[in-house]
Structure formats: C-alpha cells, structure tokens
Nanobody, 117 residues
Framework: QVQLAESGGGLVQPGGSLRLSCVAS????????MNWYRQVPGKEREWVARINNFGNIPSYADSVKGRFTISKDNSKNTVYLQMNSLKSEDTAVYYC??????????WGQGTQVTISS
C-alpha cells in the first residue's frame, strides 16, 4: 500500500534552516507529483509547495516563496523540502502528500517544525 514517511523536523531558531525528507513507497514514484502541506492546531491545512513527477517544475505558496525549495529524487523515492530563513510563523506540522486520482489522496504522519528562540 502507499506509504509516505516524513522526517527532519525539529526545533530551530528564527533565521535557521531545516531540511525535511519524505520517503515514498507503494506506488511508482517517478510518475507522480508530490506536495508539502503544513498545519497549525486550530487552522486548516495549508499547501506549501508542489513538484511535478520529473522533479523539474516546482511551485510555492507566496508565504514561502524565495525561502523554501522543494526537490525530488526519483532514484531514492524521496521528496525534500529545504527551508531557509525560518520564521516563527513557519511553526507547524509538515505533511507530505500525493494524489494518485479520485479517492486516492495520501498523507504521511507529519513531522513537527518549531521555530523559536
């Protein structure tokens, strides 16, 4: 079955950096785009970034554009989110996601990112 496993979260000071990873299994990774979302308690889950199946066309939410970079390594079935110049408002649980079709929307378990001094 489809599995997505995030890692790399943690506690970082404002202005710092983190790199999140998401290892995928159970589907042909190279054929599908991948997303990163984030969620703060009490708020809706927010889309952060997307990358196409080949890994050469990224897109970003305005709130992270210029600071975050999404990348995809099809040889490792892994999608990354490099986060630089982190701000307190980036604090959230970050989720990896892929949508393989109607009724086939998959999520990882999430990884906590906390930005605090």
């Amino acid at each position: 079955q489809v599995q997505l496993a995030e890692s790399g979260g943690g506690l970082v000071q404002p202005g710092g950096s983190l790199r999140l990873s998401c290892v995928a299994s159970g589907f042909t990774f190279s054929r599908w785009g991948m997303n990163w979302y984030r969620q703060v308690p009490g708020k809706e889950r927010e889309w952060v970034a997307r990358i196409n199946n080949f890994g050469n066309i990224p897109s970003y939410a305005d709130s992270v554009k210029g600071r975050f970079t999404i990348s995809k390594d099809n040889s490792k079935n892994t999608v990354y989110l490099q986060m630089n110049s982190l701000k307190s408002e980036d604090t959230a649980v970050y989720y990896c996601n892929t949508n393989l079709g109607p009724g086939l929307n998959y999520w990882g378990q999430g990884t906590q990112v906390t930005i605090s001094s």
